[in-house]
């Protein structure tokens, strides 16, 4: 296999909530290799922010608490470095891009301050040179007449644009691994197709790793070449985006396609939703939490927690059944 | 002739047209249509034996903007929705896509006096629901309901669930003694276990929430809903319920809807017929095959293009139309056709076609197959 430039082992991230703990993520092993998109799938409450949050050091703690085997950065156990080489290595080797980009951005801060900021820290170069750095890659993003919209505020752009702003702040540095948190869910669809385009066209001219947060199995269709699919804390099914889409192994992975209504299929053709609804992270079922809601479930389901299988390089199911 | 009207069995009073036309003559903002072109959207059914339960025509809803603060004047207006017209049938679920300020939440607002439209009529069983008043108003409304995206933001917390689905129950003068059993059976129909009337919003899920929300709008046994972006909130998963229960619920009750949502896949599965808007204006109204088959207008093919699908195959295969820069100001629309500063087919034509669509509005006109676009050069 090639060379992995993230590789996270049985990763933990539980918080203390009045007297339970709330296991956000349970057991959690993912594998990036370099140059390629690992799309993390799953519904709200899934743990998949978490888990990022888990690795990156952004995890309050208390209440949280992070622990895990190992979480390698290029080599390097993002679990156990110290919180100043954490903060050198965000923002520069790993970038972030959120869902929000009004929420993420300071409104209070001109475009410019907050792009040459990031160089200022990372790189120690002058502001001018900062300045000219930031304009480029404002332009690379697709912002048009940026030497005027560098000076202006962030709610003075339209809420692509606002992306745009962010994506140009998280690739300043050319980092290594990007973690794309929802990065178009607050956009309409026409936008969301110019910033998947653009974020794929950044990515090959940069060469960089990419992990891509999302509920939206169209986008993940479209974009990634591996998927880890979550469900309460845990993965429950890792392959590539071919293997998961046409042959699912894990019983939620075939339900939440049959969930989804697609545009190219017959029309008001009955949806198979997955009955119920996710477990409380606090009170977890015994055995597999997905085990409620599942059509297979066996009473052995209820007993453990179903093993990881290995059915290939990268093809992982967690299911007693499948 | 006023009005293309195409569909079997239509026999509109021709005064009725004629006034519409006129009105809409007299309000005639610059670039304005010729009198008596005023596109008159009939759709796929054309044999629906029920006909139009809500005919919209001319509908407009201009917001006021003001300048200054102590010496205020109007420096202008935002079209939000300005000259829909369209039918829904009896029965029938006609879906109203877009993005981001197009108007389609602010057309399903309007429709339920939520907020009050300049321009236009609204027929609904014989009565124009935008000039009544007082009590006629509220009775109406009993037949009348509508459906919100956010069940955390739309059921008052400190409400109980039996409350909040007796609330309209009790305005509309329900006997007391009725309301207890009238509300399971309504969250029974919808999927609520009617043992939970003593609980609050908070102890459910979302989805559960938005099941309460549409017993809510259920309780009146209305015959036409809006549903307001209904299940865009809510999980994959659950989604796919409450999809599902409002297909049921229409064909139990026989509701008619107007689904309003910016997600396509999900308005191309529950609707019959599917409107697109643009800047305050229906670009394209045809039949959700169709609308997805054979996409008509350039905005509605770029829409369509745009939605990824959830199949790797696919996706690398399809030809992507990626439109350049974002929705204009609705405070200063284009000239002619208002989509033309982004339009990929106005790049293609020749000097004289682009002149057309920038000083020329284009009006919705049929193109066969119950298809119908607002594009001189749709075909």
Redesign the interface.
């Known amino acids: 296999m090639s060379e992995l430039i993230l590789e996270v082992k049985d990763l933990h991230v539980h918080y203390a909530v009045e007297g339970a703990v709330s296991k956000a993520v349970d057991g959690v092993s993912i594998s990036l290799p370099k140059g390629k998109t690992l799309a993390v799938v799953g ?2 409450g899934s743990g998949k922010s978490q888990t990022m949050y888990g690795i990156l050091g952004l995890v309050p703690q208390p209440p949280g608490k992070v622990f895990g085997e190992a979480a390698l950065f290029d080599g390097e156990d993002l679990l156990r470095v110290s919180e100043k080489k954490l903060r050198q290595l965000r923002g520069d080797r790993i970038a972030m891009i959120f869902q929000d980009p009004m929420t993420a951005l300071n409104p209070f801060l001109t475009v410019e301050r907050q792009l040459t900021e990031v160089l200022e820290s990372h790189k120690g170069i002058s502001r001018k040179a900062a300045r000219a750095e930031a304009l480029e890659m404002l332009r690379r993003v697709g912002i ?1 007449d940026p030497e005027r919209r560098i000076d202006q505020h962030p709610h003075q752009f ?4 606002r992306q745009r702003v962010m994506i140009a702040m998280a690739l300043l540095c050319r980092p290594a691994l990007l973690v794309a948190d929802e990065p178009t869910t607050a956009l ?7 910033i ?2 653009l974020l794929r066209n950044l990515q090959t001219e940069l060469g960089s790793s990419m992990i891509l947060i999302t ?8 974009n990634a070449d591996y998927v880890a699919v979550m469900y309460a804390g845990r993965v429950v099914e890792r392959g590539t ?2 293997q998961i ?2 042959a699912p192994l894990h019983p939620y992975t075939q ?11 017959a ?9 119920g ?2 477990p409380d992270p606090t009170q977890l079922p015994s055995g597999c939490p997905f085990r409620t809601r599942c059509s297979k479930a066996e009473d052995r389901c209820a007993a453990a927690y179903p093993e990881v299988r290995r059915l290939g390089e990268g093809r992982e199911v967690a299911c007693w059944v499948a | 002739m006023l009005g293309r009207v195409n569909r079997e069995g239509e026999e509109r009073l021709e005064g009725e047209i004629q006034s519409s036309g006129a009105s809409a003559a007299e309000r005639g903002a610059a670039p304005r249509p010729p009198a008596g072109a005023v596109p008159r959207a009939t759709g796929a059914r054309a044999t629906s034996p029920a006909g139009p339960l809500l005919d919209v025509r001319g509908l407009e809803v201009h917001f006021p903007v003001f300048k200054g603060s102590f010496f205020r004047r109007r420096s202008g207006e935002v079209r939000a929705v300005d000259g829909v017209s369209f039918h829904v049938d009896r029965g029938e679920t006609l879906g109203l896509v877009g993005e981001s300020g197009c108007g389609k939440s602010t057309t399903g607002r309007a429709l339920m006096r939520l907020v009050e439209a300049t321009a236009g009529t609204v027929d609904f069983g014989g009565d124009d629901l935008l000039a009544l008043r007082g009590e006629k108003l509220r009775r109406k409304r009993r037949d009348l309901q509508m459906i919100f995206q956010d069940p955390y933001g739309s059921l008052d917390p400190r409400m109980t669930v039996l409350d909040i689905v007796a609330e309209p129950l009790r305005a509309h003068g329900f006997p007391q003694g009725e309301i207890q059993s009238k509300v399971k059976e309504i969250l029974d129909l919808c999927g609520m276990n009617p043992r939970y009337i003593r609980r609050y919003p908070h102890e459910f899920s979302g989805g559960q929430r938005q099941r309460v929300a549409i017993a809510r709008a259920l309780a009146l046994r209305p015959s036409f809903v809006v549903c307001d972006e209904a299940v865009s909130a809510l999980d994959v998963s659950i989604r796919a319920q409450i999809l599902n229960l409002l297909v049921s619920l229409q064909r139990e009750l026989s509701l008619t809807y107007l689904f309003i949502a910016h997600d396509l896949a999900a308005v191309r599965h529950i609707s019959d017929r599917i409107a697109v808007m643009y800047l305050g204006k229906i670009v394209e109204l045809s039949p959700a095959d169709e609308i997805y088959r054979r996409p008509s207008h350039p905005y509605t093919q770029a829409l369509i293009s745009a939605v990824p699908l959830p199949d790797p195959k696919a996706e690398t295969q399809r030809r992507r139309v990626v439109l350049q820069g974002d929705v204009p100001s609705p405070l200063n629309p284009p000239s002619g056709c208002r989509f033309h500063t982004r339009c990929p087919l106005f790049q293609k034509l020749d000097a004289a076609g682009q002149a057309r669509c920038k000083g020329e509005e284009p009006l919705l006109r049929v193109l066969g197959d119950g298809r119908h676009a607002a594009c001189h050069f749709a075909e």
């Not at chain 1, 339209?158 to 644009?161: D, F, I, L, P, T």
């Not at chain 1, 509920?215 to 479209?222: R, S, T």
């Not at chain 1, 339900?255 to 299929?265: E, W």
């Not at chain 1, 029309?267 to 009955?275: F, G, N, R, W």
């Open positions: 519904e709200s048009p339209s809420g692509g644009m309409d669809v026409t936008i969301q197709a110019q998947l385009e509920h939206d199995l169209g986008v993940v269709a479209g985006a071919d889409f046409e339900g939440l396609l049959a969930s989804v209504p697609r545009l190219d299929a029309q008001k053709e009955q949806l198979v939703p997955i009955p609804q996710p």
